[in-house]
């Protein structure tokens, strides 16, 4: 199936116009085509070689929302016309112990990612969501509410559920104090759910002029980090903070404002290593923990909460001609809050 999309041809290199091949329908694969595809920090630390040595060419892209086109012989969960969401990945080993219990995103034998990864086949380029047509297996996509606003509903499907996840494993809710640090694409969701679920927010934030925007979606409280460090003598004592930055930041005076038996949890991915004081820890049984976006169960629950909560990530909607400058403006934190790429513009 010939498809229009935007790739990166080596590391570092700007994005380019690409026609590409996808796979004809396997007997439960879907075909859809792509309505709206966000810019998430990863597609940037991959396209880069943040993280280490990447696949190229890259077709960046794992929020992915369209509208079903055609069905394989035996695909049944997906009617045609229907809207319909891809995330991170787009298959697993399906056998291990992990995918068994629905958590294929910690699959032992390695999740197949959207992009910058092969196939189960161990061969064929896996190509993502910065494009005009996308084809999968039934059981790695999930339905969208027609209610939703199908570009904020785009990065619900890697940013939202990396903060819902979290959130609801160490139980965000009413009585509970819930930091989030960085009001960026995933902190935005982040926000959104926390307030959702009843808990009591705080955004830490290196931005001074995002306070009113962080009250607006839901923060009870804003605090600034990035002026001088008299804001870590704060006194607060929180039961979870998600890191959700792209930066390498230190993480300790965070710690410092948890309380006894309190979580770290880090979703943000700088891909560079973090020194903790032991200290921190140790004086108030405090734990450091990590979450990687969530399970296709887990993903569908989130589709439906946001459905009925009308919750949407904040977006502004590019062409497809504008994905380099979006992703300049990503890095610098100029995004309000997040970027969504048209895909009638490829
Ligand atoms: P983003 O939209 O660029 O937001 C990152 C936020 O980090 C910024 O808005 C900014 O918030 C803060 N920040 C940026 N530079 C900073 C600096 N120098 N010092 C302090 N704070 C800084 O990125 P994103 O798409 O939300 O992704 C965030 C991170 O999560 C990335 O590393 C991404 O790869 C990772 N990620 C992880 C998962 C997972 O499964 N765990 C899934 C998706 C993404 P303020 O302006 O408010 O300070
Ligand atoms: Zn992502
Ligand atoms: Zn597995």
Redesign the pocket.
Known sequence: MKTRGYVAHAPRTELVPFEFERRELRAHDVAFDVLYAGI???DI?QAREEWGPSLFPMVPGHEIIGVVTALGAQASRFEVGERIGVG?FVDSCRSCEHCRNGLPQYCTAGMTPTYNGHERDGSTIAFGGYCTEFVVDEDFAVHVSESLDPAGAAPLL??GI?LYSPLRHWRAGPGKKVGII??????HMGVKFAHAMGADVT?F???PQ?EADALALGADHFIV??KDASWAEAVERYDLIIN????D?DLNPYLRLLDLDGTLVI????GVPVQIHQSLLLEARRSIG????GGMTELQEMMDFCAQHDITSQVEVVSADYINQAWGR??A?D?K??FVIDAATF
């Not at 960085?182 to 902190?187: A, R």
């Not at 959700?244 to 930066?247: D, E, G, L, P």
């Open positions: 998430c920090h990863s630390h991170v890697c940013a990396t960085g009001l960026g694409g995933l902190g955004v934030s290196h931005s995002k980090t990035s959700a930055t792209s930066a930041i979703v943000g991915l700088s990590g979450s990687q976006i990503t890095v934190s995004v809050y997040r």
